[in-house]
Every structure is written in structure tokens, then in C-alpha cells.
């Protein structure tokens, strides 16, 4: 895969996808949302690959927005375009990817950053992190899903405050908050994605993607969860890791999941 603005990197069972525009603080423009679902596309039906972690290219910046320049000339049509295409091509593809994705937020992550790294499966930080979603300072709201996935995450007075203000919040506040799950030093970011990635990897990736289909649907209108826990549930019973995964248990063994 050649890209522009994103680099891929794919070894053991782990891709790593940073978006490369560090002169830019990594905006997501038109170019680099298109290359990041090639990407993401291409990873997901990949079976090698098992987990996904994203990042930013640089100290400074996991994602500074969606790309201010691009869009500032916009009329009401283009506007309302340019949310439902993101969302359809990044936001909602990667929230809906069966393979899991971690965000490894390395500085800045406003606007389309953190709208991108909420929709990652779960998020961990560096310390110097600073998150936010910045649009109506703009003039705008948040159209890449950030005002469902904010209040998802940490509520709905916070979210409400958070994008009312149009504040920063600091990684530790972004933990606080239940934004992420961790922070820690930059230097030990994608130490710590790679762990926990290899913990993931040890399990049933098909029962991991089952489970991400269940835990979303909650959050899908018109779906019940429990109707999709019981089906993927069941589904589980007639798959090879799921007996790889009962008959290792019983003989005391450490499970070898085909990945069927
Ligand atoms: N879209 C387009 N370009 C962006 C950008 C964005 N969202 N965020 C940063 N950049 C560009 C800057 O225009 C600048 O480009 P230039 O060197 O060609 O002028 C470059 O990235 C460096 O940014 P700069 O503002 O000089 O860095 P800083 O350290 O002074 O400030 C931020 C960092 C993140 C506070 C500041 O860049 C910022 O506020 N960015 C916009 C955040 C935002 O509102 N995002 C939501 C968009 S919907």
C-alpha cells in the first residue's frame, strides 16, 4: 500500500496506521480520510492482522481537526456533505471494523482528532496529550459523530461542557473522565498500545469481533443488544476457536486459536 499522508506498518499480527502530515499537525483532509479507509478496509479482511493501533506522526499532535483550509469556503450543502461522507468512510467504518482498533492519542487530538479517536475502539494517551472538540469557536458543531460519542463516553453534562466551551482537557482530566483508559509517558505510548495489542491477540479474534458487534449495537437505534448477544452468543458455539478455545481449557493447555 502506498499512501501520501498515512504510513502503514504491518508485523507479528499488528498494523500500526499513523496519519503523516506532521506539518499540519496530521489535519485530516479529504486525501488522508479517503487513504485511511483504504487503509482500514484493506486491514480489516486482512486475517493476518489482529488488532489495529493509530497514531500521529510527530511529538506534538495525534490529530489537530479536520483540515480548517479545506472546508472554510463551504456552503450549507457542502458542509452537510462533507460530515455524512466522514462519517461513512472513517468515523462509522472504524467503530464497525472487526478488528479491534486502539487509539494511541500522541498530543493534540481537537475536533475531527478526537472525533477519530473516540470512534477507535478504546483510546490510551500520552501525558502530554490535550483533547477537545474546539468547533464552535469556529462557528460550527462537531460533525464527524462527536456529539453521540462524547456523551457516550463521559456523559452528558460533561460532553454538553466540553463542547460548549470548546475547552482542552488534559490527559489526566481525558482519564478522569473515562475519555481513555490510560496514560502514560510518550515514550511509553506504543509500548503500551503493543502491550495490551498482544494481549488482545492471545484471545478468539472471532469472538472479539462478535463482541464489538454487540457492545455497538447497544448504541445502534432501533437494535436491541441483548437480541445481538444472544445471536452472536450462539453464533460462537459453531465456530473452530470456540472448540479450540473449551477444548484447550479442559486439557489444561494454552488455546491455539485458528482464528475461524
Ligand atoms: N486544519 C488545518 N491546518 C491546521 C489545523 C487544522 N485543524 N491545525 C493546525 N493546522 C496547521 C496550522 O495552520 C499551521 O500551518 P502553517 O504552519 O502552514 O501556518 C500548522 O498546522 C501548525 O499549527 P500552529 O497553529 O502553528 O501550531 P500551534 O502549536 O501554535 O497551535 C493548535 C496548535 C492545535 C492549538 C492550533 O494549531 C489549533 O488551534 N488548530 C486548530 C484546532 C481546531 O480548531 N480543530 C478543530 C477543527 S474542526
Same mark, same amino acid.
Given at each position: ?66 483540515d480548517i483550509a479545506e472546508f472554510a469556503h ?6 452537510? *456533505? ?7 468512510? /472513517?468515523?462509522?467504518? @472504524?467503530?464497525?471494523? $472487526?478488528?479491534?482498533? %486502539? &487509539? =494511541? ?81 510518550? *515514550? ?7 502491550? /495490551?495489542?498482544?494481549? @488482545?491477540?492471545?484471545? $478468539?479474534?472471532?469472538? %472479539? &469481533? =462478535? ?42 493447555r494454552k488455546p491455539n486459536f485458528p482464528g475461524?
Amino acid at each position: 500500500m502506498n499512501f501520501e499522508n498515512i504510513i502503514v506498518d504491518k508485523s507479528d499480527g499488528l498494523a500500526i496506521v499513523t496519519v503523516n502530515r506532521p506539518k499540519k499537525l496530521n489535519a485530516l483532509n479529504k486525501a488522508t480520510i479517503e487513504e485511511l479507509h483504504t487503509a482500514f478496509d484493506s486491514l480489516n479482511i486482512d486475517n493476518t492482522i489482529k488488532v489495529i493501533i493509530l497514531t500521529g506522526s510527530g511529538d506534538k499532535a495525534f490529530v489537530a481537526g479536520a483540515d480548517i483550509a479545506e472546508f472554510a469556503h463551504f456552503d450549507v450543502k457542502q458542509g452537510g *456533505e462533507l460530515a455524512a461522507k466522514g462519517q461513512e468512510l /472513517l468515523f462509522n467504518f @472504524i467503530e464497525n471494523l $472487526s478488528t479491534p482498533v %486502539i &487509539a =494511541a492519542i500522541n498530543g493534540f487530538a481537537l475536533g475531527g482528532g478526537l472525533e477519530l479517536a473516540m470512534a477507535c475502539h478504546f483510546r490510551i494517551a500520552s501525558d502530554n496529550a490535550k483533547m477537545g472538540l474546539p468547533e464552535v469557536s469556529l462557528g460550527v458543531i462537531p460533525g464527524y459523530g462527536g456529539t453521540q460519542r462524547l456523551p457516550q463516553l463521559v456523559g452528558k453534562g460533561k460532553a454538553m461542557e466540553l463542547i460548549m466551551t470548546a475547552g482542552m482537557i488534559s490527559a489526566e482530566e481525558a482519564l478522569q473522565s473515562r475519555l481513555i483508559n490510560h496514560v502514560t509517558t510518550q *515514550e511509553e505510548l506504543l509500548p503500551l498500545a503493543k502491550k /495490551l495489542s498482544e494481549k @488482545i491477540m492471545k484471545n $478468539s479474534s472471532v469472538a %472479539i &469481533a =462478535a463482541a464489538i458487534n454487540a457492545i455497538n449495537a447497544s448504541y445502534t437505534d432501533g437494535v436491541d443488544g441483548y437480541d445481538v448477544e444472544i445471536g452472536e452468543f450462539g453464533n460462537c458455539f459453531g465456530t473452530e476457536d470456540f472448540k479450540e478455545g473449551t477444548t484447550a481449557f479442559l486439557e489444561k493447555r494454552k488455546p491455539n486459536f485458528p482464528g475461524k
